[in-house]
DNA sequence: CATGAATGAGTATTCATTCAT
DNA sequence: GATGAATGAATACTCATTCAT
């Protein structure tokens, strides 16, 4: 299901890949999606040249970096024992999610955004974590650990907003913990 | 204490500056901080010099239109009779603030971002509301309506947070309802 | 022979153009021609609009101005006694060229100039000067005070090369006089 | 002691950055500096983007051009015999640096203000010269071939007002020689 | 007539992307 | 493949000049 056929790829390239992803990542995150994409290249170690040549497109790399971010949280999400505890399972997803995105609201918003007009490959694992989240959702419902009447789109929502108010908030551990008590409260029944 | 003497203006510039001031909201609100000044300046029917003439910066300019914007909401703020319902004073005062910023997150983020680096202008009528904020929360919470343990600067967060959540429900005005009942029962102790 | 037919010229409108013409020359003088004329206006007190009334062109605003300089230089170069000493007048028309155009090189080049592209009203002017210090330099060479082999082509490209090399001196009275004496004494023969 | 490590520069940017260097100096000589950098860049054949890689500024342009100029007469002027004949190195060194700056007055007038705002690149080049003139003159005033009453900033100041003169003469090649003899004269004891 | 607001062509500089080395 | 030089469209801002008030 994913598209393009991978050649194997030669080391150094595979390496040089890697590298600029992780590069753009550090890069994005501190100075914002605005840097040049010769900035990127020269952090990284590499001409620019290279980097198009794996990326060909400043917005497919952008992809790329959140794909990556996506993928580990969905790896992360998929970890949390459902079964057992329904309602800490969700809270716990939602608090992963948020904590994982802090920093990078853009790519928050990416996750909403990928219902609507995204490329494929940010669809895919997006659609991944989305599927989980609604999973767990149904399951803190039965549960009657959330309010019944939440929809998936509100809960996206409220993640989305809820990293936007952590960046808010800065370094500052314990008023994040008070938003967290707001929200998670907030989404009981009641 | 205003700085500059404002001249009266005459009545072509006025009506130039508001048309510029208007068309800037809508344009900005609708394809981002990005566009070009020469766009809004199109739209609003003027050449750039004009736009130029009147915001001597780009920057200026969504100054401006921000500032316009807390003003609005301040004066609406203003209204809100804190002393007969302190509660229901802080709760719309809240959705007040959500509502209004609807649409355009980049505004209601300066609202926060006022506190840290933003402009002279921006600072006084952000202070404004922040500063009738304050006042309702306080009054809300003695009155037992609010969660004790909360500080302004949570309030705000989630603000702004809630703000951003609403934009990713677009139109569905029942889920924006449903994200409210989470966040303002949130709020509440307990 | 001076062209245009001059109205009365309401007595405001007179004074505008003093006001302007002066201010300009001060200003072009501190600043250079490179000086925005609302920049000029300002100073004069008055609007741009009646800036580009009087003078039609920041072109012909800078005309006016080495124009009115010209026509003191003249007006002081006719004054000197050729009869009696004509080897002094030479000289002293050459120093007193130098010291008025000392500051504004762009007027001193405006002379030298004249000669082959520039305006009627400058043309006018300059001839005049032109056509004394010819007069002078005969009268001097006549004298056996000046080199009979120079023409009055060499006599003001030292005129307007003397003038560079003073403004390089800036404030230096000492200096200037040495730079004074070599020219001058280069000037006679042998 | 020359800060940055100098790349070796591939062949094709080398080969760009004479052309560039070479066609400033043409165009900047013919139209001015006020001349768009596109139209160096067209005359040059490149595009804008390569005259921004090699020089950052338009300034900066500007100054490469003037040290490149300056940094070849310096070249000549440490090849004048200065023990054998200290008269004739300095007059010929007078020469050296009036004949190269011809053309390109601006050239001239940066030499002077080197000694007081120019960048650093510019202070270099320009000392050195200074340098050397200031030797040669002294040789000459030794040997009392030169007034011994003038000091460097005057010579500078008959050197920057010599080419400007020149510059009046155009090519007339006798004129130019009486206006030297009058300067060199003029420099001369008595 | 004076005023200063409006105009818009013109300019330096940036940056995603291509291509010769 | 990797490199970094070349490209040129795009963009904020200036300023001489015009024109409504």
Tied chains: 1, 2, 3, 4.
Excluded: W, Y
């Excluded at 960046?167 to 929200?183: I, N, Q, Y």
């Amino acid at each position: 299901m994913s598209g393009a056929q991978e050649r194997p790829l030669r080391a150094d390239a595979a390496r040089n890949r890697a590298k600029l992803l992780d590069t753009a990542t550090q890069v994005f995150t501190a100075h914002g999606v605005g840097v040049p994409t010769e900035e990127i290249a020269r952090a990284a170690g590499v001409g620019v040249g290279t980097l198009f040549r794996h990326f060909p497109t400043k917005e497919a790399l952008l992809e790329a970096v959140m794909v990556r971010r996506l993928e580990a949280i969905a790896a992360q999400a998929a970890q949390l024992p459902a079964e057992s505890a329904p309602a800490e399972a969700f809270f716990d997803c939602f608090r992963l999610v948020v904590e994982q995105s802090a920093g990078k609201n853009e790519f928050a918003q990416a996750l909403a955004a990928a219902g609507v007009d995204a490329h494929a490959a940010l669809q895919e694992s997006s659609s991944t974590i989305r599927a989980r989240l609604a999973e767990l959702l149904t399951g803190a419902q039965r549960a009657g650990a959330v309010r019944p009447e939440l929809g998936l789109p509100e809960v996206i929502a409220l993640l989305v907003g809820t990293t936007t108010a952590m960046e808010h908030l800065g370094k500052d551990a314990a008023g994040r913990e008070r938003v967290f008590a707001v929200v998670l409260d907030g989404l009981r029944p009641r």
